[in-house]
């Protein structure tokens, strides 16, 4: 789990990727955007379907209904702008990753499923935290959309301490 996790992480600020996330338009870092908020949501789901433990069954809840509020704001910035959010490498790269992490997850049960879907949220929320807010947000051309990835980091940030404080409480 943690071998895996490092190499996301590593993935998302490697300057040897592919192609670069800081030359992406407004509408693919809107993508790639929407992509995390939706890997949160499925990653919240998996959680409630394993897991019994209160709290980390409440934090999937708030991933669920937060991730969704941002992406249906972004949806109708969107659509009041007359763009579309495009599909990029770093979009697919996120989703690739995505689907071994829920494959590794969805194995486990009780308090060691807790800790790594915990842990997982700790470095997801840092990666992509640290995507918006030192690449994203200063290439982000349309003032109305950078705005909003600043509303949206606020609220990512809240969810990055929950997950360090649960990540502490599990181990
Ligand atoms: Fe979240």
């Known amino acids: ?16 990727l592919a192609a670069d996330p800081a030359q992406l338009s407004d509408t693919e870092i809107a993508h790639v955007a929407y992509t995390a ?3 949160d949501i499925r990653y919240a789901h998996l959680a409630l379907a394993i897991s ?13 209904s937060d991730h969704e509020a941002v992406n249906a704001a972004a949806l109708e910035l969107l659509d ?6 495009t599909d990029n490498f770093l979009s697919q790269k996120l989703n690739e990753d995505a ?3 829920i494959d590794l ?8 499923f807790d800790l790594a879907y915990a842990e997982n949220e700790l470095g997801y929320h840092q990666a992509v935290n640290d995507l918006v807010e030192t690449t994203f947000i200063p ?7 950078k705005a909003l990835f600043e509303q949206g980091l606020e609220i990512f940030k809240v969810h990055e301490g929950h997950a360090e404080n649960m990540v502490a409480a599990l181990k």
């Open 139 to 145: 290439n982000i051309d349309n003032a109305e959309v």
């Open 105 to 112: 997850l969805s194995q486990l049960r009780g308090a060691e």
């Open 80 to 85: 009041k702008l007359g763009a579309q959010a």
């Open 52 to 64: 019994d433990n209160p709290e980390v069954r409440q934090f999937a809840r708030t991933m669920i």
């Open 99 to 101: 689907e071994d992490i």
């Open 1 to 16: 789990m943690k071998h895996l996790l490092s190499a996301v992480l590593l993935a998302l600020s490697s300057p040897a």
């Open 37 to 39: 908020d939706n890997i």
